[in-house]
């Protein structure tokens, strides 16, 4: 497997990657990035068994091929790179090289056979809100959330949605948050969930 892609570029799509990575976990591989090159595009997905986020991304010179590299030695190397192009190559034991302007770099990747397969969502229901109503919701909850890993359930925002409109609510135990939005037009959608 190899690529070759823009350092700004990377560096963006990491920074986002970033935030479905665990600080602490038992299961070294989730502190990975998979890396899937198809075509010629380049997939990157993070994950923390809760929260998945992908990336498709446009590279060249590749060969295709997947790999899990460790998201935060490739971001603090990335990070201290001047802006050029970066070309990565893989080899067959999982040694990712990385070549630019200012050296090689060398780390060791892991099986993508090892890293979560992608949840599927089969049979869902869709529901439409626009960017600017969910942000001011998040907004608007998320400072309640519970910050303890002892209590999953405290640390996402309960999204209640039926014909009448949009009520969420956040709580770590101490305090509460309700917020109600009756002008949200997309519903053809009744239930609940706890997002994270």
Request: aromatic share 6%; proline share 3%.
């Amino acid at each position: 497997m190899k690529f070759s892609i823009e350092r700004k570029s990377l560096l963006n799509i990491l920074q986002l990657l970033s935030k479905a990575i665990p600080t602490r976990s038992t299961l070294p591989i989730i502190g990975c990035a998979l890396f899937t090159q198809k075509n010629k595009t380049l997939n990157i997905r993070t994950t923390d068994l809760e929260i998945s986020i992908s990336i498709d991304c446009d590279v060249v010179n590749f060969l295709e091929g997947s790999i899990a590299i460790p998201l935060n030695k490739l971001l603090e190397i990335t990070n201290a790179m001047s802006e050029e192009q970066m070309d990565f190559s893989i080899s067959d034991i999982g040694k990712v090289s990385l070549d630019c302007q200012q050296g090689q770099y060398t780390i060791m990747g892991q099986s993508h056979e090892d890293f979560p397969k992608e949840q599927i969502i089969e049979d869902g229901t869709t529901f439409s809100i626009s960017g600017k109503e969910l942000i001011y919701i998040i907004n608007n909850t998320t400072y309640a959330t519970s910050r303890d890993d002892l209590k999953p359930v405290l640390q996402g925002v309960l999204f209640q949605i039926d014909e009448k409109g949009f009520v969420s609510v956040a709580t770590d135990g101490h305090r509460l948050v309700k917020l109600e939005k009756n002008d949200v037009h997309t519903i053809d959608y009744n239930g609940s969930v706890v997002v994270p």
